[in-house]
Nanobody, 117 residues
Framework: QVQLVESGGGLVQPGGSLRLSCEVS????????MAWYRQAPGKQRELVAA???????NYADFAKGRFTISRDNFKRTIYLQTTSAKVEDTAVYFC???????????WGQGTQVTVSS
């Protein structure tokens, strides 16, 4: 059974730094495109950033210049970082893997991020 486990959420002050991690339980990770999504209360889940198997990344407009997505294939982990958190970044952040035809779209359980003073 494939598992995606997010960590790193919590309370962050506005303007503060945040680093989320998502570890995948299988070595197939290196062959999967990965992404971070988020869902704020009362809103739909939205894409934050995605990263291809060879490390190319793309970002939602709101994330450009503030968030950085990266991956470490040896650790089977992706990361999402920001050094300028905003109150509107408050949401549950989810890790997603494109597991192809065999595994389909895979999700982690989510990690809560609250940006507040």
């Amino acid at each position: 059974q494939v598992q995606l486990v997010e960590s790193g959420g919590g309370l962050v002050q506005p303007g503060g730094s945040l680093r989320l991690s998502c570890e995948v339980s299988v070595t197939l990770f290196s062959a999967w495109p990965m992404a971070w999504y988020r869902q704020a209360p009362g809103k739909q889940r939205e894409l934050v950033a995605a990263i291809s198997t060879d490390g190319r990344s793309n970002y939602a407009d709101f994330a450009k210049g503030r968030f950085t997505i990266s991956r470490d294939n040896f650790k089977r982990t992706i990361y999402l970082q920001t050094t300028s958190a905003k109150v509107e970044d408050t949401a549950v952040y989810f890790c997603n893997a494109d597991g192809g035809r065999t595994f389909g779209s895979l999700w982690g359980q989510g990690t809560q991020v609250t940006v507040s003073s």
